[in-house]
């Protein structure tokens, strides 16, 4: 693998919008193995696919690449947002590829990726229709809440420039392949209790304050009327899986 961008392949198109968009998917294309499984390369989808921007032919994986010059921060803007929506609903959601690329040297700084199974509903946020005037007016777009998944979604491949190694990353990535066992909703309840384990930022905690987060995860599941019980039904799946092990009496210790 290697960071260079090669700028010259831009040179047929004069937005910079669109010289970023072929130069950054030409690298993905000749440098990205699949993280999901041991193939060694992926394959860009159809011009024109809509939420897919590469697939894997061995593990059927799909992913969408977002590039750009500047730093990722916890909102990030993509397409549209009906198709991305339905992908998520159908479970057959995206992983992602984040990108970020240096204009001066034109190369690759940050790469990170998130899998599909902890993509969730809540990390979508639907934006105002176009206006009127628009071109495409009445255009739905979308915005990714980047801070609605949990740390464990992202998976670092490049940082600051420096390469990780392919095992590593796919090792991160199998780490919680389990919830591709489950269902979309019980999925994201398991990605968004581990949100709030995350939060509280410590290697032990109690039920009482996991129980604090209990009116954020209400505003993100108002049909569910049982949050306390969800709380400890996936504080246990978490367990099951060996993220977490209880200590007894309400007390919680993270495995890292
Ligand atoms: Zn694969």
């Not at 394959?43 to 032919?57: I, L, N, R, S």
């Not at 998944?149 to 392949?177: H, M, Q, Y």
């Not at 032990?204 to 954020?216: A, K, P, V």
């Not at 569910?224 to 996936?234: M, V």
Request: charged share 30%; net charge positive.
């Amino acid at each position: 693998m290697m960071t260079d961008l090669l700028v010259h392949k831009g040179s047929a198109y004069k937005s910079p919008t669109q010289i970023a968009r072929v130069i950054t998917e030409q690298w993905l294309q000749d440098n990205m193995y699949c993280p999901s499984c041991d193939s060694t390369h992926l394959d860009p989808t159809t011009p024109g696919t809509k939420v897919y921007d590469f697939q894997c032919d061995s593990c059927e994986e799909r992913y969408q690449l977002k590039a750009k010059s500047t730093k990722f921060g916890r909102k990030l803007t993509d397409s549209a947002y009906g198709p991305l929506k339905d992908a998520i609903e159908h479970d057959v959601a995206p992983s992602f590829f984040f990108l970020r690329y240096t204009r001066d040297a034109w190369k690759v700084l940050d790469l990170f990726t998130i899998p599909s199974h902890f993509f969730t509903i809540n990390a979508l946020e639907e934006r105002r229709p176009l206006r009127k005037t628009a071109r495409r007016s009445g255009w739905i777009g979308c915005n990714i809440l980047l801070d609605r998944l949990p740390p464990d979604g992202w998976i670092e491949i490049i940082k600051d420039g420096s390469i990780r190694s392919p095992g590593a990353v796919r090792d991160e990535w199998r780490r919680f392949s389990f919830l591709r066992e489950s269902t979309v909703r019980s999925r994201g309840w398991t990605s968004d209790v581990l949100t709030c384990v995350r939060k509280l930022g410590k290697s032990e905690f109690s039920l009482q304050e996991m129980y604090g987060f209990e009116e954020e995860l209400r505003e993100l599941h108002p049909r569910n009327r049982h949050i306390r019980p969800k709380i400890r039904q996936q504080l246990q799946v978490l367990r099951d899986k060996e993220v977490l092990r209880f200590l007894g009496r309400g007390r919680y210790m993270v495995r890292d």
